[in-house]
């Protein structure tokens, strides 16, 4: 990319789209553009107000609260400012149905669009075996599912769940070991030259 050699902030703060009038964007395309954004690393996400009577954006709509909700989840679990894109780990997928950010052997941030494909990947976790814990986050109601611990080895299986979303589901697979955490805020690459990068994850009607 061509940020690569000299990196920086990167914003999406006019997220259109999704509004119960607007023609720009349908809701689940916009719902599943925020959440590519926050996995692709940018500094700040935002949906755009709803002007016009719901005709631009999302705003703070019961949807978009429920999107930020399970936003805001997904990266507490996974620390996205310790984590760089990493579709290439990504085995089996087909466009536009999976996303990922990850610090490989730590952490995985997994968006499953729902829109394409079957809802299965395969996560190359090779040199990174062992136990973690993974967490679904519905992203039409922003709730997560209860967490189960699995054993990875070469390559893990991710399946999104069958039912119970039309707006797709957000995964966080977690290394179990007992210092995970700390690890997770020790060894992330992504924006360690940034210090003080939050990522603003808020939309605003004004």
């Known amino acids: 990319a061509y940020t690569s050699e000299f990196p920086r902030p990167m914003t999406n703060v006019k997220v259109y789209g999704g509004g119960d009038k607007s023609t ?70 087909e466009d536009n149905e999976a996303y990922m950010m990850a610090n490989p052997g730590v952490v995985y941030g997994i ?16 040199n990174h075996s062992g136990a973690y814990t993974l967490t679904w986050i519905n992203l039409e109601t922003g709730q997560p599912l209860k967490a189960e611990n699995i054993t990875v080895a070469d390559e893990t299986e991710i399946k999104a769940p069958a039912k119970g979303s039309k707006y797709g589901w957000l995964a966080a ?27 603003c994850l808020q939309s605003l009607l004004t």
């Open 173 to 199: 697979l977690v290394d179990l070991r007992e210092d995970g955490l700390d690890v997770r805020r020790n060894t992330g690459k992504a924006f360690n030259h940034l210090p003080e990068l939050h990522l």
């Open 24 to 93: 720009f964007r349908k809701r689940r395309p916009t719902i599943h553009r925020f959440c590519e954004l926050v996995c692709a690393g940018r500094s700040a996400v935002r949906l755009h107000r709803p002007v016009h009577g719901g005709e631009n954006g999302m705003g703070l709509t019961p949807a978009a609260q429920a999107c930020l909700k399970a936003v805001r989840l997904f990266c507490d679990l996974v620390d996205p400012w310790q984590c760089t894109p990493n579709l290439d780990l990504l085995r089996n997928r």
């Open 111 to 126: 968006l499953m669009t729902g829109s394409y494909g079957d809802g299965m990947v395969r996560l190359d976790t090779r």
